[in-house]
């Protein structure tokens, strides 16, 4: 039963484009939200969060959007480099339900841009 | 980098054999976890601790046990080692008071330990 889901394995994009990871959740009770980047035989690089409480945060060339609603969020980046090419961890958290806020991801977008 | 560091980083046991893990950080962060990656499961938590001599269980945490006798040092033990737990295996740490709360409440990733069990 998968409560953060990432449903695009992999995503190729030009460079200059953008790139649109998407992610899905099924738990309501996920209040806080995190990207992570992961290039090969690294740890997890922390990108972008956003609160339950925004619809959108912004950081440089990132963006996250949070749909509450549709239980939806989404990371944009323009315009997407070479060094952009990486794996895209969604993950989701609860600062309820005495789980203690522990990190549920997804299984992440292989992010590919093309030179 | 959040002054994470794992030992060793990478290893090859045999099956039966026990393995132990070691994530030190240099901050003084109260919270400390370990993760589990694999193909097509992302990554998944194996045990939290949220201070010295706390520890409570992940999602995936059976055939391991941890230990924190101290802030800084976060062990994962493998009591018998089998193929399944064939892996790479992160240590993590929260910079904030409570483990999630809001922007500037960050988890930190180690670069990881790669253990192959055969």
């Known amino acids: 039963d998968q409560q953060v889901k990432q449903n695009s394995p992999s995503l190729s994009v030009q460079e200059g484009r953008i790139s649109i990871l998407n992610c899905d959740y099924t738990?309501?009770?996920?209040?806080?939200f995190l990207w992570y980047k992961k290039y090969p035989a690294e740890g997890p690089t922390f990108l972008i969060s956003?609160?339950?409480?925004?619809d959108k945060n912004e950081d440089g060339r990132f963006t996250v959007f949070l749909n509450k609603s549709a239980k939806h969020l989404s990371l944009h980046i323009v315009p997407s480099q070479p060094g952009d090419s990486a794996v895209y961890f969604c993950?989701?958290?609860?600062?309820?339900?005495?789980?203690?806020?522990?990190?549920?991801f997804g299984k992440g977008t292989k992010l590919s841009v093309k030179p | 980098d959040a002054g994470i560091t794992q030992s060793p980083r990478h290893k090859v046991t045999e099956t039966g054999t026990p393995v132990t893990l070691r994530c030190h950080q240099t901050e003084n962060h109260r919270y400390m976890y370990w993760y589990r990656q694999d193909p097509g499961h992302g990554l998944r938590l194996i045990h939290y601790?949220?201070?010295?001599?706390?520890?409570d269980k992940g999602e995936v945490s059976d055939g391991y046990s941890v230990s924190r006798s101290k802030t800084e040092d976060f062990l994962l033990t493998l009591e018998s080692a089998t193929s399944s737990q064939t892996s790479v295996y992160f240590c993590?740490?929260?910079?904030?008071?409570?483990?999630?709360?809001?922007?500037?409440?960050?988890?930190?990733f180690g670069e990881g330990s790669w253990l192959t069990v055969v």
């Open positions: 993950a989701a958290t609860s600062n309820y339900g005495g789980s203690q806020g522990n990190l549920i």
């Open positions: 956003i609160s339950s409480i925004k």
């Open positions: 993590a740490i929260s910079t904030g008071i409570r483990p999630y709360s809001s922007s500037g409440n960050t988890i930190y």
């Open positions: 738990n309501s009770m996920f209040d806080y």
């Open positions: 601790s949220y201070g010295v001599k706390d520890t």
